[in-house]
Structures are given as structure tokens and as C-alpha cells.
């Protein structure tokens, strides 16, 4: 009887283990989905997308040390026509309902110019079944 139990104690677990990995995993996808979708709103001035991302404690601090509420971000000019940014080297990081993304965001104030490096670092949290960011902060290379 003892091993018996043993043995769906120890099932039970791995289930667990397994059940935890799988999220983690899913929640990877969704987090990069978001910064892929983040960065897209961004260029394109998508503000319900930009509403949806960002949490209403939302701050972010920009490369040249300005500070930028979620107000600010959703009020700020929409960038020219030509604008493009795309994303690389990124690594999501997570901890339960926390999430740190760092990586490097490629931007083109014109599609004619020397793209800009920005090395950048992303919080976000799960809150109410769906993540959102609540800070970032940029770097120039």
C-alpha cells in the first residue's frame, strides 16, 4: 500500500512539474508575442493595442532620461511615415506573474536611415489572466 502511494505521490508531482513547464512555456510565447505587437502598435500609433499592453501604473524610462506615464506614451505624437522597429537578441525572463524582457530594439526614423540600437528592458505582470507592462527603460548603444 505504501508503495503505491508513493508512486502516484511521485506521478502526481511530475504531472505538476510537467504542468508548470508547459506554462512557462506558453507564457514565453505570449510575452514575446506581446513585445512583437508592442513594438508594431508603437510604430503604427495603434493606441487601443498600446491601451491593452500597458498597465494603468505604466512608466517608462527613455534613453534620454525622460520619464513618460502611460498617459504620455498613449498621447505622444504618432511616429512619421516611414518609422520602423524590429526587435532582436530577445530574452523573456519570468518569475510567477512577472516577466523581464531584455533585448535590443532596430529603429528607422526613415526607412532611407542608419537604424539606431536601443538595448531595452521590459517588466511585465499577469494580472487578471493577462500580462501587461508596467515598466521599461531603454539604453542607446
Known amino acids: 500500500?505504501?508503495?503505491?502511494?508513493?508512486?502516484?505521490?511521485?506521478?502526481?508531482?511530475l504531472a505538476s512539474a510537467g504542468a508548470q513547464a508547459?506554462?512557462?512555456v506558453d507564457d514565453e510565447a505570449v510575452v514575446r508575442q506581446l513585445e512583437s505587437?508592442?513594438?508594431?502598435?508603437?510604430?503604427?500609433?495603434?493606441?487601443?493595442?498600446?491601451?491593452?499592453?500597458?498597465?494603468s501604473a505604466y512608466?517608462?524610462?527613455t534613453a534620454s532620461g525622460q520619464r513618460r506615464s502611460k498617459f504620455d506614451v498613449l498621447n505622444a505624437q504618432r511616429p512619421a511615415t516611414g518609422t520602423s522597429q524590429s526587435l532582436t537578441d530577445v530574452e523573456v525572463h519570468l518569475n510567477g506573474d512577472t516577466?523581464?524582457?531584455t533585448g535590443t530594439n532596430q529603429y528607422r526614423p526613415l526607412a532611407s536611415a542608419e537604424p539606431q540600437?536601443?538595448?531595452?528592458?521590459?517588466v511585465l505582470i499577469r494580472r487578471d489572466g493577462a500580462w501587461r507592462a508596467i515598466a521599461s527603460q531603454m539604453t542607446r548603444r
Open 1 to 13: 500500500m505504501k508503495r503505491i502511494l508513493v508512486v502516484i505521490t511521485a506521478g502526481l508531482v
Open 22 to 24: 508547459s506554462q512557462a
Open 37 to 55: 505587437s508592442w513594438v508594431k502598435a508603437t510604430t503604427e500609433g495603434d493606441k487601443a493595442v498600446l491601451e491593452r499592453i500597458l498597465d
Open 59 to 61: 512608466i517608462e524610462t
Open 99 to 101: 516577466a523581464v524582457v
Open 117 to 122: 540600437e536601443y538595448l531595452f528592458t521590459d
